[in-house]
């Protein structure tokens, strides 16, 4: 799995959009990019993965460069709720992936008031 | 629509006792996995299981087993619990093995005194 470089963390004020950024300069042609968070004391939750084109959601947009070395996460309007922290994951999809989730650090993302 | 349910959300063993997690899917998922996360180390594969009546280890198996109870039911059991194994424990659920949209469980707390 290629590696993924995330800021520890942001804050965000609510009612605003939240951008996360996502940095996967090793990415192959095959891996796509996965964004999963993580509320305090709960499971991890999926949110969104893309290849090439950028994705929307009910939850997010995902916005990933020409170049693919890079993605952004949108939340576009952040409640308190969003507070989390975000991974992002690149890996190959399917089966042919394996089986482990690589969750790394991610990004605290604080959200207020 | 319960998801991943897990049980029990809390739980304090003393050294050496055993217990066992139960985890229990009702969305039709054919594999299943068992998490354990600590703090700065993320999540952490322990055991997983591609389809009903097949396990296999993962990256941190050791002090651990499992058994496929059915295709619903997947359930980690700690033989003669340490101290080390201390940790929240999620299990998650994929419709086929390597699916990157996983859907987790709320975790235990496990504490080893």
């Known amino acids: 799995d290629a590696k993924t470089t995330q800021p520890t963390s942001m804050d965000c004020a609510e009612g605003r959009a939240a951008n996360l950024p996502c940095n996967h300069s090793t990415i192959s042609g095959n891996e796509y990019v996965y964004w999963y968070r993580q509320i305090h004391s709960q499971g991890p939750q999926y949110i969104i993965h893309?290849?090439?084109n950028n994705e929307t959601n009910e939850m997010a947009s995902l916005i990933i460069t020409e170049d693919r070395k890079s993605s952004t996460l949108i939340l576009p309007h952040a409640t308190l709720r969003d507070t989390a922290v975000y991974y992002c994951?690149?890996?190959?999809?399917?089966?042919?992936?394996?089986?482990?989730?690589?969750f790394g650090k991610g990004t605290s993302l604080l959200v207020t008031p | 629509n319960a998801g991943v349910t897990q049980t029990p959300k809390f739980q304090v063993l003393k050294t050496g006792q055993s217990m066992t997690l139960q985890c229990a899917q009702d969305?039709?998922?054919?594999?299943m996995y068992w998490y354990r996360q600590d703090p700065g180390m993320g999540l952490r594969l322990i055991y997983y299981?591609?389809?009903?009546?097949?396990?296999d280890k993962g990256e941190v198996p050791n002090g651990y087993n499992v058994s496929r109870l059915n295709k619903r039911e997947f359930s980690l059991r700690l033989e003669s619990a340490a101290p080390s194994q201390t940790s929240v424990y999620f299990c998650?659920?994929?419709?086929?093995?390597?699916?990157?949209?996983?859907?987790f469980g709320q975790g235990t707390r496990l504490t080893v005194v």
């Open positions: 893309g290849l090439k």
């Open positions: 969305m039709n998922h054919n594999s």
């Open positions: 994951i690149v890996r190959v999809g399917g089966a042919n992936s394996g089986y482990a989730l690589n």
């Open positions: 299981s591609a389809s009903e009546g097949t396990t």
């Open positions: 998650a659920s994929t419709f086929e093995l390597g699916d990157t949209e996983a859907f």
